[in-house]
């Protein structure tokens, strides 16, 4: 394989919604390039890019596919993200190190929700974006009402490049309005014929091609002194406008075909080769310093991994982007971000599971290599005596828990490297080992996204688990003040125990007077505080406790011990064993043994005084609360609302967001346990949320009830 520099090289995100073409695309291209002879099917389950087993299982794509294409003496390195919002960390990872995102939209069915939050992403990250409209041959292909929609979404930066000359089962010729040419197939699509634009499309035509002349002249003072002098401007003055505008986001150039039957395929890879930046047009990454590292052949060497798979007869393959200058076959870098040394003995370019040896890759490319020693995604590799980080892929916060466990419990150690493992080749999928809940959670981005997990784990490392709905971290809290007080008494021979603590607790929160008197039946309790403590607990919230006994009726050394009973029953609440919070305590009596008290008696009986006081003080359940922020198309919203309110949900807000509707809501994390599913059969598939902590908020007293009853029957049961 040809040796490719810096200014030949274009990376590229394929990206777009499920079932908008990607994988059959992605197919074409490399059909097109003479790297494989017959093109497979996504039916067929035969394709170069879908070809881990779980994706021949489920018939979908699950895993980002890495392939190259040698065009026109260019090369393209170009990654096909799946489409389902489940696996959106791989656009993340594609966009992270790519320059330009190729989004396609199905000419069936318009601009969809995933096509609304694919476009947000470019945008945060300021990555010039191409529109192909893709299955221009479907019976309901409508390429004015997407073209209508591409407007309304994204404004007039949308430019036609190409339109079909009829939409649906018809299509077979376009007008390339850069070019001003007709591209026509046969039935098998293919290699076109390419002719005059007849008659009755010339006015058109020239429309367009105004409207993109005047786009590309937007984006260059030379241009635009032609443009407004009337002097023509050549394809290459087109392009280079064009290629301006497309790296500042000023113009969305838009495609026509029909990958499925290879209809504009070629076409499509020919305004990559010529019109697309290259790598060094594109403006620096930066690295963890916040230094600008331009994409130089002969700069220092540093190479950034981006993506780890464990592939079918191979084993380990990490996916790398070189950053700056030469990488050849058995390098030896420093890995900086876990420290140790790093042989690349071989250096691969991929086209999906074909990989190909290569002496070296120069800066912006990007390439593999196999069974590494100590490499894990997000790592960057330098040459001796240079600490460059790169740390830009930041992925999407996880919307789906479950946890997880194995069926055996002798094999949790083994569960525990293989969740590992398997983060480092997908981070979005999240573990932690939660102390609070007593489980193991694993977090992803849908039902389908941790179905995944299950089955690799299941059908590749031979382990059954179980997926259970993880336990609610609920919190404990009271309303109003009580008094308790508790003698911890044992004699057993010898010196005994003895403790006797009087306590007061009471609502806390920030910037409350001091306490002073308080008032119990008939009885009144004057209280001076002598020293206090306040102790911010990691769940949230604080225990403040007052040292407000007098006379010496408890020494200040058994203080200490008696914070630790109070600690005991904060991590371990009262009512349903959950982390209290906010709550005050005042210590204004008790008594002490000269012989039998120690730290361990006033612990225990702290404890117990606690645990009174706080069932005597108005106790109330705190439940975690979600924002949730739903994007959907118009005629699902009332159903989506209608399932937000039976979750217990509150309306926050309602707007329209570029033809998309937008439901913002509150809603108890109790209740969003199976809401990537529900979601996903209400509206089709057709909408997509991101849910953020928002707080804790009092439950309802039915469901308070129902909590206690369910806590006291376990408690019992043990």
Known sequence: MKIYKTDEIKNIALLGSKGSG???????????????????????????????????????????????????????????CPGADDFVGNAYTALGVCDIGLILVDANYGVEVGTQNIFRTTSRLQKPVIFGINQMDGEKAD??????????????????????????????????VLLMKKYEWGPDGGTPTISDIPADQMDRAVELNHKLREAAAENDESLMEKFFDDQPLTEDDLRLGIRKGLINRDIYPVVVLSAQKDMGVRRLMEFLGNVCPFVNDMPAPLNTAGESIPPKSDGPLS?????????????????????????????????????????????????GQLRTAIDELHAGDIGASVKLKDVRTGNTLNQKGIDWQFDFIKYPAPKYTRAIRPVTESDAEKLAAILTRMHAEDPTWVIEQSKELKQTLVKGQGE??????????????????????????????????ARADYRHKKQSGGSGQFGEVHLIIEPYTDGMPEPDTYKFGNQEYKLNVRDKQEIPLDWGGKLVVCNCIVGGAIDARFIPAIVKGLMDRMEQGPLTGSYARDVRVMIYDGKMHPVDSNEISFRLAARNAFSQAFKASNPKILEPIYDIEVLTPADTMGDVMSDLQGRRGIIMGMESENGIEKISAKVPLKEMASYSTALSSITGGRSSFTMKFAGYELVPGEVQDKLLKEYEATHSEE
């Open 143 to 176: 390429y004015d009402n997407t073209m209508e929609q591409l407007r309304e979404s994204f404004g007039n930066k949308v430019v036609a490049i190409q339109y079909p000359i009829e939409s649906g089962p018809g299509f077979h010729s376009m007008i390339d």
């Open 303 to 351: 190479v950034f991994f981006f993506k780890t798979s464990v592939e079918p007869h191979i084993g380990e393959v990490s996916y790398f982007k070189v950053m700056s200058g030469t990488l050849k076959a058995g390098a030896d870098l420093e890995n900086v971000s876990r420290g140790g040394k790093e042989r690349l003995a071989q250096i691969f370019t991929v086209c």
């Open 448 to 481: 389908f996204h941790l179905r995944t997990l299950k089955w690799r784990i299941e059908n590749n490392d031979k382990l059954p688990i179980v997926f259970e709905e993880q336990k609610i971290p609920y919190r404990e809290t009271i309303t109003k003040a």
């Open 22 to 80: 990607k994988t059959t695309l992605a197919e074409s291209m490399i059909f097109e390039c003479g790297v494989i002879k017959r093109r497979g099917s996504v039916e067929a389950n035969n394709t170069v890019s879908d070809y881990f087993p779980v994706e021949k299982e489920y018939g979908y794509s699950v895993f980002s596919t890495v392939f190259n294409a040698e065009f026109n003496n260019k090369k393209l390195n170009i990654i096909d």
